[in-house]
């Protein structure tokens, strides 16, 4: 007997793309965000939103064309917006409690989104104080926050962890004054991996700077700590092998 042909037709990988941005927008575009996009491309800030670039558990960062009245010469920037609705409210509590800078935010997740917000927008010019790459932050409105567009010609750059180190050694070093350059200014990135930290050619820049904190911060210890063991672990692959404690020291200007 004749076997009968299936006549459902296979998603293709363009249908595959689709349904992915549909379930990113619908977690992301609520129509409170849709409001404050709606102002930076009346006010012709930007001109488009193109496509996510990346997506995580707080946030979605998209690719925007930037728009006539943009004060810069880029023709791309980045929108980075919180999920109001899907955040891990409990994580961010954690780096928020404790923060001088926001004491007064209480527990109300929205509140606690858009001080996030406002945090890492306040963190990333530690970064550019501190003269540590990161994409410059320009300015932020409640869960929305539109900063530098990281890559070249219009392609955005890739991860450490997807693109690896062509100079293990060099790369290392770097990143290591960079915990120290912020450790000097006051602060801890609180999350250093290969998951957030962009190559840019070849230079690294962080990223998701969100949960950084000051020293005063009653965890910055067990936080720089964990960044620094986080980079000696990832270029131990490459054979580079370093003491975690001596860097520690290093990084604390006591070795």
Known sequence: MA???????????????????KKIESKVFDRYTMLILGGFLNKKIIR??????????????????AGEKFEGEE????IKIYK??????????????GD??????????RGIIFAWCRKEFRNL?????????APIPYFFKDNVMLMQFLGEEGIPDSLLVDVGSDNPEKDCNTLMGYVRKLYDKGFVHADISEF??????????????GQGVLLDHPKA???????????????????????????????????
């Open 75 to 78: 023709e791309h920037i980045a």
């Open 48 to 65: 488009s939103v193109d496509y996510p670039i990346a997506s995580g558990k707080e946030a979605v960062v998209f690719r925007a064309t």
């Open 196 to 209: 957030n930290i962009l190559m840019h050619g070849d230079v690294p820049y962080l990223i998701d700077m």
């Open 100 to 109: 001088p800078r926001f004491l007064g935010v209480g527990g109300v997740k």
């Open 221 to 255: 210890e067990e936080f720089m700590r964990r960044d620094v063991e986080n980079i000696l672990r990832y270029f131990r692959k490459y054979g580079i092998d370093k003491n975690a404690e001596e860097a520690i020291k290093w990084v604390k200007g006591s070795a």
């Open 125 to 133: 010019q530690i970064c550019k104080d501190a003269e540590v790459p």
């Open 3 to 21: 076997r009968k042909l299936s006549t459902r037709k296979r998603p293709n990988r363009e249908d595959k793309q689709l349904k992915e941005k």
């Open 84 to 97: 109001i609705e899907t955040s891990s409210f409990a994580r961010m509590q954690t780096y928020i409690r």
